[in-house]
């Protein structure tokens, strides 16, 4: 019993305590005199009954070798150990419950963002009423004795049904605690995506996609592919159980997909289900991995006037997670009739005034995601990396570039040559009329020009690319198969 006290980090504490309790009820303070008999002793049965009774309290009474723990997350957010991970759906509503329960001691107030990822024809919208003008959920003062929940129904109005796999995806912001939540939705015994969205296996100049696919029982498709920039890598005709479906992309597949989904991630290529009875489905998915670029140099990024909106909009900036708009209207404003510099942090954010951004820039590491916000509403997006300050006025770098004129801006102190690439098996289509310089001077803009003759014979891609002080103009063409 000894080694156990004295193991333990408050054995002192123990000892004091002992002895203030001996010096309280000490008969030291009574001045009859106690006399004591060294010659007599306890019966044998009485001092048994003593000792048994001392070992039973101690034992009863002493708290263990931790008298007391620490607790990690005793200001934590809200737990989610209790929300649902999957589910399935029928019919066009889904009705679904969250309980509001913290994950630590003390009261947690904070938002809920909720979306929806995949499934991009589908139509589905999400339903609550704690949602506010903002399309956020707003909760007080949550805590162990006073837990609350939160009521979500998913509807589509759709005259044709998608079974598309898709997932909402919750955003818990708390003050210092910030955290995301992905609840899968798969359509009941249904041909359908395992997951929501195509994931980039390969991010390679011939990139490389892949999903799996569940055949359901007593179904039979066969797969078609229209984009001549995709091909299957895998048998196309499929019956029932899990498949893995990959396609691989020529040079300029990714930049072959001209649409993006609202959280800015590009849609792949439409693959469509055929069946023996004609029912036909469309498999329209984003590309995991796929927001645009935005090139930093040396920690500061000048904002150009072209980079928002003519209204007033927000940029908010994450080192890591999804990219989120802020759920808060209380957003730092910036005055920016001067020049101004502002630090942006990890899910940090500031708003910029109608009157536009003026003479300013941004300090934040090459890494996470930057975005402009009209509210909780992603205008448009961009992953943040380390390169040389190079900007596309309407366009981003290794993106596609749509036809007509734009400006590409140097905002280095050294100059770029710049060259034009032709790849694909339509190389010798003389649709195109390009008309750019052989260089762009240090901190000049100049203009560049793209003509392009549609036909049916093939398909093509433009983008362009920064390496080292070569900009590239990047062309390709794919045959589609059709003859004039």
Known sequence: MLIIFISTEYW??????????????????????????????????????????????????????????????????????????SMTFEGNTVQ??????????????GWLQMRIEGATNAG????SECMNEREVCRFDDITQASTSSVQIELSRNSTEPSNLTFRMVVLIDVDNHVSEHSIL??????????????????????????????????DYVNLSNQNPFWSFENETSLGEGTHDLCLRGQVGAIQSLSNRDNQHLIIGPPITLHRENGSDETLLMPIENTIPPLHVSGGEWTIPNSFGPQQEYTIARGESGSVFCPSSEVIADVDTSENWSKELVDRSSISIPQAGTGNGSLRFSADGWLAVCDGTRIISAYRVTEGSDVVVESAALNSRLDVGEFSIVNRENYS?????????????????????????????????????????????????????????????????????
């Open 185 to 218: 939705f798969r359509a009941a015994d249904t041909t359908s995506s395992i997951d929501p969205l195509w994931i980039l296996v390969e991010d390679t100049d011939t990139p490389r996609i892949c999903v799996e696919l569940d055949v359901s029982d007593g």
């Open 12 to 85: 002192p504490w123990l000892l004091i305590a002992a002895i203030a309790g001996w010096r309280r009820f000490s008969p030291e303070h009574i001045p009859e005199p106690f006399v004591v008999d060294e010659f007599a002793g306890l019966e044998e049965i009485p001092m048994r009954q003593i000792a048994t009774l001392t070992i039973a309290i101690l034992l009863l009474g002493y708290p263990g070798l931790e008298p007391s723990s620490q607790i990690d997350d005793w200001d934590g957010g809200i737990s989610t150990e209790d929300w649902p991970i």
């Open 416 to 484: 770029f040559s710049m060259s034009v690439d032709w790849v694909g098996d339509a190389v010798t289509w003389d649709n195109w009329v390009i008309s750019h310089p052989s260089e762009i001077s240090s901190h000049s803009q100049v203009f560049v020009t793209i003509s392009v003759e549609e036909s049916d014979t093939a398909a093509w891609a433009a983008w362009l690319t920064v390496d080292g002080e070569q900009i590239t103009l990047h062309f390709s063409a794919r045959s589609t198969g059709a003859s004039e």
């Open 124 to 127: 589905w919208e999400i339903n």
């Open 96 to 109: 679904l419950e969250l309980p509001l329960e913290p994950v630590g001691l003390m009261p947690v107030s």
